[in-house]
């Protein structure tokens, strides 16, 4: 399967590169974080939303409406899903990894994704970049042996617990697995309580594809 850097014009309808931030203070603290064999993510860390780059961020790329800023790293290979929000994400790398990205419009009427229509992008260690809300997306795949690790940005609430009285409205509403967060899972991830909506190859990134 081709993987395209994330500068290739392919991208475009997936996303953009954020520019005219200063990340560096935010990758240097997140680079003291040990990153885990398995997949960890953290909606909203309080020491990383202290720095100066959290309040300018929110007030200029979110428009002024509240932000949680953390990360997601670890260890991972495997499409196994695909979420989407009703907002921009914004990632910034802070080791060099893979995403597997789709578009919600793919989406047939009855509620499932062929991943044969995922494309693959490689982010490379200090760039960041929007995921329109429109782009299905989960855990990246690390490059590096040691993992992979990435900063968070999203609107305040995303990725935490529903209400514990929430109830269903429409079909859609099944996969949603946390506030802001539909989630599609496929029959090979073994994740419970979702329901089953990728059809076709779970994929897998190997790095001997990593070829640019």
Not at 87 to 110: F, K, P, Y
Not at 134 to 143: E, K, M, N, S
Not at 160 to 188: I, Q
Request: proline residues 6%; glycine residues 8%.
């Amino acid at each position: 399967m081709n993987i395209y850097h994330v500068t290739d014009k392919r991208f475009c309808q997936y996303g953009s590169i954020v520019r005219g931030y200063d990340f560096a203070e935010l990758i240097c603290e997140m680079k003291k974080i040990h990153i885990p064999e398995k997949i960890v993510y953290v909606a909203s860390d309080p020491r990383l939303e202290k720095l100066s780059i959290f309040r300018e961020f929110q007030e200029s790329f979110y428009g002024g409406l509240p932000a949680e800023l953390g990360y997601c790293m670890g260890h991972n290979r495997k499409l196994n899903g695909l979420e989407y929000h009703r907002s921009s994400e914004v990632n910034i790398a802070v080791t060099e990894h893979v995403v597997m990205l789709g578009r919600q419009q793919d989406i047939d009427e009855a509620g499932f994704y062929d991943s044969s229509k995922v494309e693959m992008f490689y982010i490379p260690e200090g760039l960041a970049v929007e995921f329109y809300a429109t782009t299905l997306h989960y855990c990246a795949c690390h490059v590096r042996e040691e993992g992979y690790c990435h900063a968070t940005f999203l609107p305040r609430g995303t990725n935490t617990p529903l209400d514990p009285g929430f109830a269903p409205v429409r079909k859609e509403d099944m996969s949603l697995s946390a506030r802001n967060k539909w989630l599609m899972v496929h029959p090979e991830a073994g994740i419970p309580d979702l329901p089953v909506r990728i059809k076709g190859e779970n994929l897998v990134f190997s790095p001997e594809d990593l070829q640019l």
